[in-house]
């Protein structure tokens, strides 16, 4: 194997390595949370309706925000309390573009009105992002 072949393979698995902290991180606060407050508990506020689930599920992954690599995590977890295919879309979707916790830094570098409209696109977005591929795969 040649040094730059070498060095292609070692770049990724440092990548991961430097990830793991924060997947396992997660992992340990999700395992926290479901002791106190578990997902079928979660699930109880979503209502089976694809418009209120949908619109629910993007407001919490907003205000939640993360990385795509915890939020298969959490949407995995989502899935299997029986949360709505329409919810766990727009949470994952907004979960990874929105991120209101991110705004002053975000405001800082882009300004308000960047931040304004890039947000409120994201959580539109989200959200018809959630009808559309839950509709697609109700009817597979």
Do not use: C
């Not at 298969?72 to 949360?83: A, F, Q, R, V, W």
């Not at 509709?135 to 597979?140: A, C, N």
């Amino acid at each position: 194997m040649n040094q730059q072949t070498k060095k292609k393979l070692v770049q990724p698995l440092k990548n991961i390595l430097s990830n793991l902290p924060i997947m396992l991180s997660i992992i340990l606060i999700l395992g926290l949370v479901k002791n106190f407050i578990s997902f079928d508990n979660i699930a109880k506020l979503f209502s089976g309706n694809p418009i209120y689930d949908t619109f629910l599920g993007s407001i919490l992954g907003s205000i939640m925000a993360g990385n795509s690599i915890n939020s298969y995590i959490i949407g995995t977890e989502m899935l299997h309390s029986n949360i709505s295919i329409y919810a766990i879309i727009a949470f994952l979707a907004s979960w990874v573009t929105v991120g209101f916790i991110q705004i002053p830094a975000e405001i800082s570098y882009f300004g308000k009105k960047f931040t304004f409209i890039r947000n409120v696109l994201s959580v539109f977005l989200s959200m018809l992002t959630g009808i559309i591929v839950g509709s697609l795969l109700g009817v597979l």
